[in-house]
């Protein structure tokens, strides 16, 4: 099973609502009069404007909601690490791992040998699970012998200046593959919800035009479609 | 002119955004099912649980936009010391404050002779400020001399975790008239949107059915609904 | 290995220096002379009735960073679900695990059947790992098969604030063994360097008196020092 | 009366606990070894680097608290919009406004005609708040008239890593004179406290070499002294 992220709640227009929020700092209007009013081009153009000055506490207005299946607790211990976000995530205390499902890794399962041993001991880790459950163990005890690769899921809510953050540090080539392949997804669902909150997004090769690593990667991205298409 | 309170954008269902959310957690189902499949009722008495024992972070998938009207910059410096929340507010500095706009206290404008102090202060203040500006000063130091009740109007977001803080602290007796006022509007609108989240909301006298100040005020609220209509 | 638990730095004074910025509210002097002017007595007294009355903003002032050693990732991802605290783990893309070290859960060192699935799949998953690694694995991917107790490394940073929450989330009976016992490492230490910010703390039944779980656990603790003596 | 910055407690050994924390990710010692046996010229490069590629996490271990008198509500107000911190504000519900204290912007002071106007109105503003008071009117409602540029005393404790971010914003020629003046003090005080932690730090134009306003001011700082020497 692969990754699935799914979109279940998002600020209704966000893109509109952003760019309402935002004009009200420079404006005699009031914010109910901006969100009606304001035109989709303006829309458009207003957040160019903020979006290139790096004037994103406006861009928090925007709030998504994805419930994301399929992912290893590995990414998860990543992924709960940006702390401006919500999280909720299935217990290992108090949901019982039924089946062996872990996340196998491309270069492993490319690779005949080690998936041999991966697969092997997927299988052995989840008996032995079991095994010490049969003997009393408790599941939150038990699970210590559980794979770090083991699937999870969680429930995850981000605002789009935290998203955008998010991109620039996770879709770079130095992030780890699996947080990548998460926020690839994330990045494809909000592009098509708030076009104009996330036309430019990702790391910094895409959006400053340069790579502030000590050690860039050496190939960086050229555009946000080069970035999704991966 | 009174304040006004605009819910300009909210988690759509957010009653089952976070029943589903918080479900994940102790069940096999991914989250994605869970949305579609929770009933009313579920989730009502899911979501009373969740808050009876306090955990409430699954009430953070659940955001609301309000946009504020009519309000006092002495009640702005304290709202925006909760922060966990995001705010645009209207700027002094780019926009000139063409008329004499002020929030008067209640214990004002019930005292004639304080009201005719206060009126005339706001105007010369107001003269005041333009006549600096006539004279050269830019409008971010003109400002320097309008009084601390002037009108803004600032856009405020909020998920229903921190709202209920937010309510708790807010909605007691011993906070200010003006914040309370703006709580209360909320509140009024959040639950109206979200009626299983904000069933129970406001201080501990209503929550926790006991006050925990040092000094009580005497008089605890014993619903919610006297919370509203005060 | 057992967890080990170091205080590496920490605000000089905590408890004065959380009395004077509290002070400062309230008064008219100067934030610098209260720091030096508070007697140890008025601090003793105004924390007391700070806490007593869940004013606890002043309480952000006082910071500890901890160095934490022989804590498994099960234990580190709980932790790490904490936002309002700063953390920097030892990462497993970087450092190579070169010997098998797993944190065993009591429930398992007590039953010699668990204990006997449990060292030996850890010996096993650590070979599959050195294994991988071998076969030309990298390491970040190899890491998937290790289990959940793999011992790991974190400098953990809390405000006094955010450690009260802490302390009443995890050192009560439902949390479980391994964070309870990091929570009681760190509740001994911070009560040594600031004995009135943590003169009471805990879970609900020590500090509010009463528990608000849905399903209490039964089995009270009545002081602080009967949670620390664990 | 000018703005006074004081720094009342830190971390000691700041630049020495990031450097530690930051190791530790990379490495196989225990925090409590690296913390000791750092050396200084480590230290000094390895937080170079950590900066240098934007890696400021470990800057967060590093902690800072500020006492501040004779700053403006206007001031306070900008400044507690920085959510990353924590603030404790004297309270004009509690504290008496006894004297006619007000920050005079410099564009005032410098301009006689304008000068006159604003002592003037400030004198008068105090003396409206004590009639009131007189009459009955609550201090926090009195306050309503006092005028923006009132002075407050206000403490400050944030982290390097929001230092950093509260420098690149409120150092730059378009952020208000006060709160440069304010971040100014603050920078000078961390510098000498923390040499490596903040060896480089400003607004874009200083730490990036480069401006990503939309409307650049036209005279970009070319290093930290020119920032402080202002």
Redesign the interface.
């Known amino acids: 099973m692969a990754i699935?992220v799914?979109l279940?709640?998002?600020?209704?227009?966000p893109d509109r609502?952003v760019a309402?929020?935002?004009r009200?700092?420079?404006?005699?209007a009031?914010?109910?009069d901006l969100?009606g009013k304001m035109k989709g081009e303006d829309i458009s153009r207003f957040i160019d404007?903020l979006r290139?000055?790096?004037h994103l506490?406006?861009f928090?207005?925007a709030?998504f909601?994805f419930?994301?299946?399929g992912i290893?607790?590995?990414c998860?211990?990543q992924l709960?690490?940006h702390?401006?976000a919500?999280?909720?995530?299935?217990?290992?205390?108090?949901?019982e791992m039924?089946d062996p499902e872990?996340?196998?890794?491309p270069?492993?399962s490319s690779?005949p040998?080690?998936r041999e041993?991966?697969d092997r001991?997927?299988r052995?880790?989840h008996e032995?699970y079991k095994?010490?459950i049969a003997?009393?163990?408790?599941r939150?005890?038990?699970?210590?012998?559980?794979?770090?690769?083991?699937m999870t899921?969680?429930?995850v809510?981000m605002?789009a200046r935290e998203l955008h953050h998010f991109f620039s540090m996770r879709l770079c080539r130095r992030a780890?593959w699996e947080i990548r392949c998460l926020a690839r997804e994330m990045l494809a669902i909000v592009r098509d919800k708030a076009p104009c909150l996330f036309s430019l997004a990702g790391p910094d090769c895409v959006v400053?035009g340069r790579c502030?690593?000590?050690r860039p990667c050496g190939s960086p991205f050229s555009n946000v479609d080069e970035v999704l298409s991966e």
């Open positions: 699935s799914l279940v709640a998002s600020t209704p227009e609502t309402a929020a935002a009200l700092c420079y404006s005699d009031s914010a109910g969100v404007h290139g000055s790096g506490s406006p928090e207005h709030v909601t419930a994301v299946d290893s607790r590995v998860t211990h709960v690490r702390r401006l919500s999280y909720s995530q299935q217990s290992q205390r108090y949901v039924k872990a996340v196998v890794p270069s492993i690779n040998a080690a041993i991966f001991k997927i052995e880790s032995a095994d010490m003997a009393g163990i408790p939150e005890d038990a699970r210590y012998i559980l794979p770090h690769g083991w899921k969680i429930v809510t605002n780890q400053r502030f690593e000590n």
